[in-house]
């Protein structure tokens, strides 16, 4: 990365600076920090928005550039959500534990404690055992491994399997789905291990910082986010940049003259299927804090869907495209079935917009790939060459 | 005479019980221009995906090289990368990136994803794609998207590309369909002119281009050879006026 890679790539730093200008605006306005015309919720709702960005770019290089259409890469943002989850639960309720053992007369022993914590999170379902998964729960370094690592490599084995047996197009859309459907359903069991349907809770409060105000937790979270969609930009925008993004958008275009090109086109995809999953990973463990709670609907089929929509709305093969699809979409969701858009009354019938904004929203899916294959990112790119 | 680059023998393979090749053995030196022709379903472009790895002969050897090294079990792009280069009948070039670009993926460099990750330009790739944009006339259109090129130049890119990677062996398959006769003959010149220092093996139905040529042909019949010598002699061998040049 040298400076001529900026200057090739002006788009680079208009979004760096346009999401500086915003950063700092939300900075002045929310309430821990600035005047308190943004709530903390809305903080929270802004931040999550950027986590969702940064997985979005991912599946824009992934589909848009290498021509992988993964249904499944929001199965790397849960694990990544579950992965740090699994700290701050188990953090926060040690923290629990050993304050109200504190008061017993014989100190307790590790075990003891370890056994308090255990039956405190797994309760729920029955249990009062950590089951071998949370092996690394206590340690932050460790479980932030973890952020990366798995998503990772079972990105990594996932996508070996399916490329190296040359699976490609719509069989590989399925065959992803499946992956984050098997993974969605086993983690609803009471013995995943992972709590089942309950899913993790209360990771909005983060150890260590009981005393922080969550105004200010949000706030920090919003900064964390923000910075790393601009470090995620960056690296996607080298990626797709020079002659690597010449090979993937090549084999997006015809894959076999790739071939015999001499360019192994398994290694590439494997290489773009796995760094996004890793990616996808960070965005999930920067979204569930903000979120408070994941459980296993999360990371549901139509999660990994709503991204690709996201991705085709905002317009593929550039990544401010997908930038501006998720903002656009998920900014108009919560306003559509947040109560914030008004009901049409057409006498005969009332348009309750938390019921139709799904219809609404297909429309607005059919109606971009139909009339504007380039999406939003498109427009942007007509105004771009007039100026 | 030059020495024997590539070498099939007894190669067979069957697609749901139809022989496309039914033990061919081939050979071809390093430097030599090839004609092959033959009528439709003889077997043409099977064999050129036997010796690129798309397809796995039933039965036969394929032999590369000084060292005589099998191609059979090795990846397509392995296959490339040992310097066997081909040409589509439909040329395909990536018609979203400019022709400097796809020049620059062909050219002869390490091919891993690492090491395009981190490849940096050099003074000598660049070189090299301006000497080839010159050979295949395309230096006024480097910076064009390679779409918008017509046909004939979209041919030649793709010679140009196959060139950039400094194959051995080139595979050119109908490289003058659907051009004008002063496209024609630029091709010529430029398959000539790359055959003075590698084998090129030229796939075509236009006996006048194969003609033009003036190299050795062979005649490819139901998956074997039904003749080899010079354009001449195949032509009066009445086997082959029978079943091509006779319809």
């Given at each position: 990365m040298n400076r001529?890679?900026?200057?090739?790539?002006?788009?680079?730093?208009?979004?760096?600076?346009?999401?500086?200008?915003?950063?700092?605006a939300v900075t002045l306005m929310a309430e821990a920090t600035g005047t308190g015309f943004i709530s903390t919720s809305f903080v929270k709702t802004l931040g999550k928005t950027l986590c969702l960005c940064l997985v979005a770019i991912a599946m824009d290089v992934v589909w848009g550039y290498c021509g992988i259409l993964s249904l499944g890469h929001f199965a790397f943002f849960g694990i990544g959500g579950y992965a740090i989850g699994m700290w701050l639960m188990y953090a926060r309720t040690e923290t629990i534990v050993t304050d109200s053992m504190a008061a017993q007369v014989v100190p307790p022993s590790p075990q003891e404690v370890s056994d308090a914590i255990a039956s405190q999170i797994f309760g729920v379902v029955g249990a009062s055992e950590f089951p071998p998964i949370w092996a690394f729960a206590h340690s932050l370094p460790l479980q932030l491994l973890m952020v990366v690592l798995v998503p990772g490599l079972l990105a990594l084995v996932f996508g070996w399997l399916a490329f190296r047996s040359r699976v490609t197009g719509v069989y590989l859309s399925i065959l992803t789905q499946a992956m984050t459907l098997a993974l969605s359903l086993y983690l609803f069991q009471n013995d995943s291990g992972l709590r089942g349907n309950n899913g993790l809770s209360g990771l909005q409060n983060i150890p260590g910082f009981e005393s922080t105000p969550q105004s200010m937790v949000s706030m920090v979270f919003f900064w964390a986010s923000a910075l790393a969609l601009a470090l995620g930009y960056i690296l996607f925008a080298w990626?797709?940049?020079?002659?690597?993004?010449?090979v993937i958008r090549a084999i997006r275009d015809d894959e076999t003259r790739v071939r015999f090109l001499g360019y192994h086109v398994e290694s590439y995809k494997l290489f773009v299927f796995t760094l996004t999953a890793v990616i996808a990973g960070i965005a999930g463990a920067l979204y569930y804090p903000q979120a408070g709670i994941i459980n296993p609907a999360e990371i549901a089929p139509i999660a990994s869907i709503y991204l690709a929509v996201w991705v085709a709305i905002g317009g593929r093969g550039r990544l401010y495209g997908a930038v501006m699809g998720t903002v656009f979409v998920t900014l108009a969701s919560s306003w559509f079935t947040g109560g914030g858009a008004p009901d049409i009354n057409l006498g005969f019938y009332t348009i309750q917009w938390t019921d139709w904004w799904l219809v609404l929203l297909g429309?607005?899916?059919?109606?971009?790939?139909?009339f504007a294959p380039q999406g939003l990112g498109g427009l942007v790119d007509k105004i771009a060459r007039k100026s | 005479m030059s020495k024997t680059l590539l070498e099939l023998s007894g190669v067979s393979v069957s697609f749901d019980g139809f022989k496309a090749i039914n033990s061919l053995s081939f050979q071809i030196g390093e430097p030599e221009l090839r004609a092959i022709i033959g009528?439709?379903?003889?077997?043409?472009?099977?064999?050129m995906d036997i010796i690129t790895g798309k397809t796995k002969p039933d039965e036969g050897h394929v032999l590369w090289g000084d060292k005589g090294i099998s191609l059979l079990g090795m990846s397509e792009s392995a296959i490339a990368r040992e310097g066997i280069g081909r040409k589509f009948q439909k040329p395909t070039v990536f018609e979203a990136q400019t022709v400097r670009e796809n020049l620059a993926m062909?050219?002869?460099?390490?091919?891993?994803?690492?090491?395009?990750?981190?490849?940096?330009k050099t003074k000598r790739g660049a070189e090299r794609i301006e000497e080839i944009?010159?050979?295949?006339?395309?230096?006024?259109?480097?910076?064009?998207?390679?779409?918008?090129?017509?046909?004939?130049q979209k041919q030649w890119l793709e010679i140009g590309m196959l060139l950039a990677q400094e194959p051995r062996l080139l595979l050119v398959d109908e490289p003058a369909a659907g051009m004008t006769p002063a496209e024609r003959e630029k091709t010529t010149e430029m398959l000539v002119e790359a055959a003075r220092t590698r084998a090129v093996v030229v796939v075509e139905h236009?006996?006048?281009f194969v003609r033009r040529l003036n190299c050795k042909v062979t005649v490819l019949n139901e998956g074997s050879v039904l003749a080899e010598g010079s354009i001449d002699h195949v032509t009066s061998n009445p086997q082959v006026i029978e079943v091509y040049l006779g319809r």
């Open positions: 001529s890679f900026i200057a090739r790539n002006p788009s680079v730093l208009w979004f760096l600076a346009f999401l500086g200008i915003f950063t700092l990626v797709v940049s020079g002659k690597m993004g010449s429309l607005s899916f059919v109606a971009v790939t139909l | 009528p439709n379903g003889a077997g043409k472009t099977t064999f062909a050219l002869k460099n390490p091919r891993g994803p690492f090491d395009v990750l981190f490849y940096k944009a010159e050979q295949t006339g395309l230096t006024d259109s480097l910076t064009r998207p390679a779409g918008e090129l017509s046909h004939g236009d006996m006048e």
